[in-house]
């Protein structure tokens, strides 16, 4: 299961990258923190699921969504925000986002989410 990272945060990149290294057979294949380099870095990788902050150095997850969800819908795509109003949830459930987390209560879920995605392909 190979996993794109995309979160403004250096430290929480970090333990995202280690709390998935944690289960076998996930490979972080890249790592981003602009909707530029997270766009490019996604189209340009063999990642099969992506972890995806709302708020980005220079703009917004949203609109890494927006323009990588219809080249490739067969990305997992999982938001983990800060941000976890009922009003962004849909507005990225809407963009193409299959699951949405609260970061400050639901960051241990994206390990378990991951892993059954894994074993599902």
């Known amino acids: 299961m190979h996993v794109f990272l995309v979160e403004d945060a250096p430290a929480i990149r970090t333990r995202l990258a280690q709390m998935l290294g944690e289960i076998k057979g996930v490979e972080i294949v ?8 997270a766009i490019d870095g996604i189209l340009r990788s063999t990642a099969a699921s992506v972890v995806l902050d709302l708020q980005l150095v ?3 997850g949203i609109e890494v ?15 983990l925000t800060n941000h976890a109003t009922d009003q962004y949830r849909k507005i990225c459930m809407e963009a193409g ?3 949405f987390l609260d970061k400050s209560t639901e960051i241990q879920k994206v ?7 894994g074993a599902a392909r």
């Open 30 to 37: 890249g790592e981003a923190d602009t909707p530029a380099a």
């Open 58 to 60: 220079g703009g917004s």
């Open 65 to 79: 969504l927006r323009t990588v969800h219809p080249l490739r819908p067969d990305i997992a795509f999982i938001v």
């Open 97 to 99: 986002a299959d699951y």
């Open 111 to 117: 390990k378990d989410l991951i892993a059954a995605l």
